[in-house]
């Protein structure tokens, strides 16, 4: 299965400021995912990254606030834009749900932000 | 109502008992069915995975699935310390990647 390298781990931002997550694939692949994990919810999807496409969003979720880059088969980018507190949450990038493996799904080890 | 609802509250259990897990769900369209596990400061790993109805079981792991009451399952026999992390039912429909998640329940093992 794909190893994913997250980055940040933690990080802790001002109000308003930007913040970009990176996750780099060790091996090419279709589809990425990005989730957000706040205490007590289940994994929330925020988004569908395909190489060299526009991602889709999930309801509640806009382009504006969070961007994402997806620039080629292994590599993608979440900014979370315009930060508030309501954003503090821990931000997981995901890989799968090829149609020959249906259940390979690999995550990162997630980006813990806090704002204040 | 909303895809996948679980429990979340922790669960305390002593070495030895068995842990029992599940999860409902609302979508008939939901054909493969996985429990993640997740520990502390780490993203989620897949754990056991079944397609539609039946039972599979995997060393202490066995994983539970019954369409016709859209429940889900997953115990864990002579649990172990090193089974405390947080458990995730996951699934997702056979035309769409998307992944539905429940809550996740926190599972502790006293030594």
């Known amino acids: 299965s794909a190893v994913i390298s997250q980055k940040p781990s933690r990080d802790i931002c001002q109000r308003g400021t930007s913040l970009t997550i990176q996750c780099q694939v060790d091996s090419q692949v279709t589809m990425m995912f990005w989730y957000r994990q706040q205490p007590g919810q289940s994994l929330t999807l925020i988004a569908t990254?395909?190489?060299?496409?526009?991602?889709?969003?999930e309801s509640g979720f806009v382009i504006d606030k969070f961007p994402i880059s997806r620039p080629n088969l292994t590599f993608s980018t979440l900014t979370v834009s315009n930060m508030s507190p309501e954003d503090s949450s821990i931000y997981l990038c995901?890989?799968?749900?090829?149609?020959?493996?249906?259940?390979?799904?690999?995550f990162g080890s997630g980006t813990r932000l806090t704002v204040v | 109502q909303k895809e996948v609802e679980q429990d979340p509250g922790p669960l305390s259990v002593p070495e030895g008992a068995i842990v029992s897990l599940n999860c409902t769900y609302s979508n008939s369209a939901f054909q493969y069915f996985m429990w993640y596990r997740q520990y502390s400061r780490k993203g989620p790993e897949l754990l056991m995975y079944?397609?539609?109805?039946g039972n599979k079981e995997d060393g202490r792991f066995t994983a539970q699935v019954d369409k016709s009451s859209k429940y889900i399952s997953l115990f864990i026999r002579d649990s172990q310390p090193s089974d405390s992390a947080t458990y995730l039912c996951?699934?997702?429909?056979?035309?769409?990647?998307?992944?539905?998640f429940g809550k996740g329940n926190q599972v502790v093992v006293i030594p």
């Open positions: 996951a699934m997702r429909a056979g035309g769409n990647n998307r992944l539905a």
């Open positions: 990254a395909n190489q060299g496409s526009e991602a889709t969003y």
């Open positions: 079944t397609y539609s109805s």
């Open positions: 995901s890989v799968g749900g090829e149609l020959e493996d249906p259940y390979g799904y690999t």
